[in-house]
T-cell receptor, first 113, second 111 residues
Framework: ETGVTQSPTHLIKTRGQQVTLRCSSQSGHNTVSWYQQALGQGPQFIFQYYREEENGRGNFPPRFSGLQFPNYSSELNVNALELDDSALYLC????????????FGPGTRLTVT | QKEVEQNSGPLSVPEGAIASLNCTYSDRGSQSFFWYRQYSGKSPELIMFIYSNGDKEDGRFTAQLNKASQYVSLLIRDSQPSDSATYLC???????????WGAGTKLIIKP
C-alpha cells in the first residue's frame, strides 16, 4: 500500500454530467499528479499540483480542472462528460514538484453512458 | 512529440527463467527512467527507477539504461507466476514535470 487514497472506487455517470474525483496524498508528499488511463494504454498526464498551484498540464481540454488543498489532498473535476472520458483515473503523489518517484492510489473507474 | 515505445506482448516466459522487458524513448533530454508493474484492474506500482547509464539491481530486478541508444530495459531473474502483469516504462526530462508513459508490455510467466 502506498498511502495514497482515492474516492470513489467506481462511478457511473451519464454523458453531459459533471464528476468530482478525490485524492489524498501520501504523508510527506506535497505534489499530486492526475492521469487518465484507457484500457490497454499507458497513463496519460492530465495535470499536476504542487503546493496548491497547477504545476503543469497535459493535452486535456479545459473541462478537466483541478484543485489542491492546504493538506495537499486534491480534486479532479470533469464537466460535460463524454463517452470517451470512460477510463481509470489515477492520482499519484510525490515528494516535490520534480515528480520523481510517484506513488499511485488505487484509482477511480469512471464509466460514462 | 515525445514518445516512449514498448512491445505490447504478451511476452511468455517459463517459471524460473529471466524475463527481459525493453523500452525506447525519443527525447534525448530525458533524465529519469521508471519501471512500474500493473496488475489487471489495479494501479501502477513503482518497481525501480534509474538515472545513470549502466545497471541498477534490486533483488530479482535489474534496470539497464543506455542513454546513447535511448534504451532502457528491465530484467526479472527467477521469474515467478506472481510476476505476471503489465510492465510500464515511464520517462521524465530534466525540466519537465510530467512522466511520459509507454503503453506497457504484458508479461506471462508459465508454471
Amino acid at each position: 500500500e502506498t498511502g495514497v487514497t482515492q474516492s470513489p472506487t467506481h462511478l457511473i455517470k451519464t454523458r453531459g454530467q459533471q464528476v468530482t474525483l478525490r485524492c489524498s496524498s501520501q504523508s510527506g508528499h506535497n505534489t499530486v499528479s492526475w492521469y487518465q488511463q484507457a484500457l490497454g494504454q499507458g497513463p496519460q498526464f492530465i495535470f499536476q499540483y504542487y503546493r496548491e498551484e497547477e504545476n503543469g498540464r497535459g493535452n486535456f481540454p479545459p473541462r478537466f480542472s483541478g484543485l489542491q488543498f492546504p493538506n495537499y489532498s486534491s480534486e479532479l473535476n470533469v464537466n460535460a462528460l463524454e463517452l470517451d472520458d470512460s477510463a481509470l483515473y489515477l492520482c499519484a503523489s510525490s515528494r516535490s514538484g520534480s515528480s520523481d518517484e510517484q506513488y499511485f492510489g488505487p484509482g477511480t473507474r469512471l464509466t460514462v453512458t | 512529440q515525445k514518445e516512449v515505445e514498448q512491445n505490447s506482448g504478451p511476452l511468455s516466459v517459463p517459471e524460473g527463467a529471466i524475463a527481459s522487458l525493453n523500452c525506447t524513448y525519443s527525447d534525448r533530454g530525458s533524465q529519469s527512467f521508471f519501471w512500474y508493474r500493473q496488475y489487471s484492474g489495479k494501479s501502477p506500482e513503482l518497481i525501480m527507477f534509474i538515472y545513470s547509464n549502466g545497471d541498477k539491481e534490486d533483488g530479482r530486478f535489474t534496470a539497464q539504461l543506455n542513454k546513447a541508444s535511448q534504451y532502457v530495459s528491465l530484467l526479472i531473474r527467477d521469474s515467478q507466476p506472481s510476476d505476471s502483469a503489465t510492465y510500464l516504462c515511464a520517462v521524465k526530462g530534466y525540466s519537465n514535470y510530467q512522466l511520459i508513459w509507454g503503453a506497457g508490455t504484458k508479461l506471462i510467466i508459465k508454471p
